[in-house]
């Protein structure tokens, strides 16, 4: 799940990384932090950088903490994935000019999905809700889920095209696709609530003509006391 983000930084075996290594994770951690991120000084990454420590973990947890990561270390896949967007964002930030006429190698390829930030809490968040919607079962990596509803058989019956641009969100994300998926993900919210509302109705009238129509049994009545 992480190799694509690997690959941008480099990494010397993004196929093959296994962060549920314990050795692998911390000497991970160590080179991310000395070649990618540097958030520490030099001198202040001897902690991290000693690996067989049994007081590693603790200095990791402080390590995540200092570069507010939301993410605790028992939240091993979430951390690393976090980390990782941190530091090809700065890994950007440092060669803007060797990235800024960067052409993939085939346009055919390139699809809306591959142009989403999958770190945007906003992102992760609507793909939750899309997901519970749908019932697709939680995956690490938020594309995934998101790819996985697309192909869903009867996710999206076809229908009457709908004009996003007619209907208002109320908020603002600061990005187009994530304002237009919010639109998506609204629009089939309030389909699920008129579904909801039209088998109440059914409740209702069901329960109303019962009212309406008693069936009465004339062998039980009494007459007097």
Known sequence: MFRRKLTALDYHNPEGFDCKDETEFRNFIVWLEDQKIRHY??????????????EWPKYYEKYLQDVNCPFSAPERQEAVDWLLGLAVRFEYGDNVEKYRNYTPASEATNTPLMNLDSNNP???????????????QRHDDYLVMLKVSQILPGAFPPGLPVALDKHILGFDTGDATLNEAAQILRLLHIEELRDLQTRIN????????????????????????
């Open 41 to 54: 000084k030099i001198e202040d990454r001897g902690n991290l950088r000693n690996i067989p420590s049994s």
């Open 202 to 225: 059914e409740a209702i009238v069901a329960v109303q003509a019962i009212i309406a129509d008693p069936k009465t049994d004339h062998r039980l009545g009494k007459v007097g006391r």
């Open 122 to 136: 906003d992102f992760k968040a609507g793909v939750m809700a899309l997901a519970n919607l749908l019932k697709i």
